[in-house]
């Protein structure tokens, strides 16, 4: 069965204490992994779509990062302002989009 | 640019009771979604329309219906609320069919089903 897991599901991390987020899938045929952002009370907030593994992108202190079985998205010096609950998705067929639960990050200043 | 918009924010309904979510966009975007979002669950899609006239079930489609008005519209309507159904509920919009290109996102409507 199509599925996607994200770990941890929380994380507390002091100002300027890296870290990354793991999103991991098994879906036939990957077709691009996405990344959103969601604040509370928000919908989510579309950050980065990757589409082969060894692909890249970045945006401030975040850096999103895909193999062939999982995507990681690094946070570097994180700011109070990343606090957030990231997600990830998969497309699973043409025409549905698979969401994990999300991790939530808090950044203590 | 107000880019999705759903209303209403909140609403509380009994049991039975029915109602209708309503969602706008301004991208004239193609395609538009609902999804339910539940603590642990992630979001889960319940219907969606590929193009203005057309609609299709997602994953979670029982106990909804949706209604695709015109290219800036797509309401869910429930006919028979359930406490099942108690949620928050995302309309998304895209620019094209197919698995690639990136959703927007409403700021979600509060249901819940006493």
């Known amino acids: 069965e199509d599925q996607v897991t994200q770990s941890p599901e929380a994380l507390r991390l002091q100002e300027g204490e890296s870290s990354s987020l793991n999103c991991s899938y098994t879906v036939s045929g990957l077709r691009g992994l996405f990344w959103y952002r969601q604040d509370p009370g928000k919908g989510p907030e579309f950050l980065f779509t990757l589409y082969s593994a060894g692909e890249e992108k970045e945006k401030e202190r975040l850096k999103a990062t895909l193999t062939k079985k999982e995507s990681f998205l690094h946070i570097t010096a994180p700011k109070p302002e990343d606090s957030a609950t990231y997600l990830c998705a998969v497309p699973r067929s043409y025409d549905k989009v698979i969401f994990g639960p999300g991790t939530s990050l808090s950044v203590i200043p | 640019n107000a880019g999705v918009t759903q209303t209403p924010k909140f609403q509380v309904l009994k049991t039975g009771q029915s109602m209708t979510l309503q969602c706008a966009q301004d991208m004239n975007h193609n395609s538009m979604y609902w999804y339910r979002q539940d603590p642990g669950m992630g979001l889960r899609l319940i219907y969606y329309s590929a193009s203005e006239g057309t609609t299709d079930k997602g994953e979670v489609p029982n106990g909804y219906n949706v209604s695709r008005l015109n290219k800036r519209e797509f309401s869910l309507r429930l006919e028979s609320a359930a406490p099942s159904q108690t949620s928050v509920y995302f309309c998304?919009?895209?620019?094209?069919?197919?698995?690639?290109?990136?959703?927007?996102f409403g700021e979600g409507s509060r249901l819940t089903v006493l």
């Open positions: 998304a919009s895209k620019d094209s069919w197919g698995p690639t290109g990136e959703l927007f």
